[in-house]
């Protein structure tokens, strides 16, 4: 069987692919950047011939369609790039419908309640009946909040839950929805394969409990023995409520803002027949989050949604294209000798950020993330996905990881970072390291005046903070933890 999986790179995407290829299908995996895509984890297979991967933006120019494709899985969606994503949506449809030539289309929506619907919910709805205009037989599977490491409902749940002592809760979270484990939920968009009796109908999946968001968040606590005051409150309108998570999660504000919008509107299941056709053991909200915090105690996650591009600022044909300027720049160069193994240098490079910190001054790196968030940026609350590891297209903090190759060149590795923060001009913080040097690099390109007088009023702090950060990388350190009183030498 031959399967077309678009959102390869995206959090439902990266779960599915491997539960297909292990199922010996081969798999045409669409991205809208090959550069993002995890090409290590998968390179067997790619060498085998079993996964190809195609370059697509629904949003431009398509290529030939790949031929004698059994079944496609739409798992594209623009709810965190800003006010205009239900066009985006819209057009991404009418592009893919127009395109596509297969048996079978999956397509994962969410839960549609009655009456007025959220400009979230209308769009996911919209999407559906466009692919449903054509003659393929597509089957939709509607799902409410999906708890797994790495998910956007867990993240911003754990966010609240884990940072804030109390917390005041309006009256949409006494709102009912139906979460559902993401182990569940591969499951179910797996078993429809084999089964062309289900083609082109439509389902609502649900895990066993029907529960309230404020639910959710009690028992979240429970479950991570945390004492936390949640007081009901008759005010914080959706708005509000965007923008207060907005300043306390990792989330985006257009997120924030598609997510708030979406829970005044109850998600139940109004049936959940495909349990009957596709038996299997439903976790309950507990148990998905014992299984996510276990492959976040082993460093197992496949995915994230804030490594998708719509959790920072980036266009992707941006990010695909980018090339660190050499004219009208700003730069910090740092030049050393190595004073440890070079793989232990790597390996401090490869690990910033995080929860490790930054090797100098990390304080400076927590307050400019805070003022990033103050201005409408990203801060530093993505954090990033592995401890160790990068790959294309990776957020780390309030940086997107453009270059990641440990073997770039025969006995170099090379990293490069652009940054997502607020600011007047575009950041580049690069790094080399050969057997015997290390080469960091920090360059600025101005955006006009206002450019200028940002890069020298932030010129005191570079003086001091770059150097020590060369220096601590250059010995193989990068924890914040174990940082030095900061001094002039």
Same mark, same amino acid.
């Given at each position: 069987?031959?399967?077309?999986? *678009?959102?390869?790179?995206?959090?439902?995407?990266?779960?599915?692919?491997? *539960?297909?290829? =292990?199922?010996?299908?081969?798999?045409?995996?669409?991205?809208?950047?090959?550069?993002?895509?995890?090409?290590?984890?998968?390179?067997? @297979?790619?060498?085998?011939?079993?996964?190809?991967?195609?370059?697509?933006?629904?949003?431009?120019?398509?290529?030939?369609?790949?031929?004698?494709?059994?079944?496609?899985?739409?798992? %594209?969606?623009?709810?965190?790039?800003?006010?205009?994503?239900?066009?985006?949506?819209?057009?991404?449809?009418?592009?893919?419908?127009?395109?596509?030539?297969?048996?079978?289309?999956?397509?994962?929506?969410?839960?549609?309640?009655?009456?007025?619907?959220?400009?979230? %919910?209308?769009?996911?709805?919209?999407?559906?009946?466009?692919?449903?205009?054509?003659?393929?037989?597509?089957?939709?599977?509607?799902?409410?909040?999906?708890?797994?490491?790495?998910?956007?409902?867990?993240?911003?749940?754990?966010?609240?839950?884990?940072?804030? $002592?109390?917390?005041?809760?309006?009256?949409?979270?006494?709102? +009912?929805?139906?979460?559902?484990?993401?182990?569940?939920?591969?499951?179910?968009?797996?078993?429809?394969?084999?089964?062309?009796?289900?083609?082109?109908?439509?389902?609502?999946?649900?895990? $066993?409990?029907?529960?309230?968001?404020?639910?959710?968040?009690?028992?979240?606590?429970?479950?991570?023995?945390?004492? +936390?005051?949640?007081?009901?409150?008759?005010?914080?309108?959706?708005?509000?409520? =965007?923008?207060? %998570?907005?300043?306390?999660?990792?989330?985006?504000?257009?997120?924030? !803002?598609?997510?708030?919008?979406?829970?005044?509107?109850?998600?139940?299941? !109004?049936?959940? *027949?495909?349990?009957?056709?596709?038996?299997?053991?439903?976790?309950?909200?507990?148990?998905?989050?014992?299984?996510? @915090?276990?492959?976040? =105690?082993?460093?197992?996650?496949?995915?994230?949604?804030?490594?998708?591009?719509?959790?920072?600022?980036?266009? $992707?044909? @941006?990010?695909?294209?980018?090339?660190?300027?050499?004219?009208?720049?700003?730069?910090?160069?740092?030049?050393?000798?190595?004073?440890?193994? +070079?793989?232990?240098?790597?390996?401090?490079?490869?690990?910033?950020?995080?929860?490790?910190?930054?090797?100098?001054?990390?304080?400076?790196?927590?307050?400019?993330?805070?003022?990033?968030?103050?201005?409408?940026?990203?801060?530093?609350?993505?954090?990033? +996905?592995?401890?160790? /590891?990068?790959?294309?297209?990776?957020?780390?903090? @309030?940086?997107?990881?453009?270059?990641?190759?440990?073997?770039?060149?025969?006995?170099?590795?090379?990293?490069?970072?652009?940054?997502?923060?607020?600011?007047?001009? /575009?950041?580049?913080?690069?790094?080399?390291?050969?057997?015997?040097?290390?080469?960091?690099?920090?360059?600025?390109?101005?955006?006009?005046?206002?450019?200028?007088?940002?890069?020298?009023?932030?010129?005191?702090?570079?003086?001091?903070?770059?150097? !020590?950060?060369?220096?601590?990388?250059?010995?193989?350190?990068?924890?914040?933890?174990?940082?030095?009183?900061?001094?002039?030498?």
């Amino acid at each position: 069987m031959h399967i077309l999986l *678009t959102g390869a790179n995206g959090y439902i995407g990266l779960r599915l692919l491997p *539960t297909f290829l =292990a199922a010996g299908y081969y798999v045409t995996a669409v991205v809208r950047s090959k550069k993002r895509f995890p090409t290590y984890q998968f390179e067997t @297979f790619i060498l085998d011939g079993q996964l190809s991967l195609l370059e697509v933006d629904f949003l431009g120019d398509l290529p030939e369609v790949p031929l004698e494709i059994d079944a496609a899985y739409y798992l %594209l969606h623009s709810m965190g790039s800003g006010e205009d994503f239900y066009e985006k949506e819209k057009r991404c449809a009418e592009n893919f419908i127009s395109w596509i030539r297969c048996r079978s289309i999956i397509y994962l929506s969410g839960l549609i309640p009655d009456g007025e619907l959220s400009l979230h %919910l209308e769009s996911r709805e919209t999407v559906n009946g466009i692919l449903r205009s054509g003659a393929i037989p597509v089957t939709t599977l509607r799902a409410s909040i999906i708890v797994g490491s790495g998910s956007a409902s867990f993240e911003i749940i754990r966010d609240l839950v884990e940072k804030l $002592p109390f917390m005041l809760l309006p009256i949409w979270t006494a709102n +009912r929805c139906q979460p559902i484990a993401i182990r569940n939920v591969i499951t179910y968009l797996t078993g429809i394969l084999d089964k062309p009796s289900l083609w082109g109908r439509e389902f609502d999946i649900g895990g $066993p409990e029907i529960m309230t968001y404020r639910n959710l968040l009690q028992r979240f606590a429970q479950k991570r023995s945390l004492s +936390r005051l949640m007081i009901p409150v008759p005010f914080l309108s959706p708005a509000l409520s =965007a923008r207060w %998570l907005y300043l306390v999660t990792s989330t985006s504000y257009p997120l924030a !803002q598609s997510l708030i919008s979406s829970l005044i509107n109850e998600t139940v299941c !109004q049936e959940n *027949t495909l349990q009957e056709v596709i038996p299997q053991d439903l976790l309950n909200y507990d148990e998905a989050i014992e299984r996510a @915090f276990a492959r976040i =105690a082993q460093n197992r996650v496949p995915s994230s949604w804030y490594d998708s591009l719509a959790s920072g600022r980036l266009d $992707p044909a @941006f990010l695909s294209s980018v090339m660190v300027p050499d004219h009208g720049i700003l730069s910090d160069e740092q030049f050393l000798i190595l004073n440890a193994p +070079r793989e232990k240098v790597i390996d401090a490079v490869w690990s910033l950020g995080g929860k490790s910190g930054w090797p100098s001054m990390n304080w400076a790196w927590i307050l400019r993330g805070w003022l990033d968030r103050l201005w409408g940026g990203i801060g530093l609350r993505r954090g990033r +996905r592995h401890p160790t /590891e990068l790959r294309n297209g990776d957020a780390l903090d @309030f940086w997107r990881v453009v270059l990641a190759d440990r073997d770039s060149k025969p006995h170099s590795a090379r990293l490069i970072l652009i940054a997502e923060m607020k600011m007047p001009g /575009e950041a580049w913080l690069q790094y080399e390291i050969t057997e015997t040097t290390l080469r960091q690099t920090a360059t600025f390109r101005p955006k006009g005046l206002l450019g200028r007088l940002y890069w020298y009023a932030v010129l005191p702090l570079h003086l001091l903070l770059f150097p !020590q950060m060369a220096k601590r990388l250059a010995h193989g350190d990068c924890d914040s933890r174990d940082e030095p009183e900061t001094k002039i030498e």
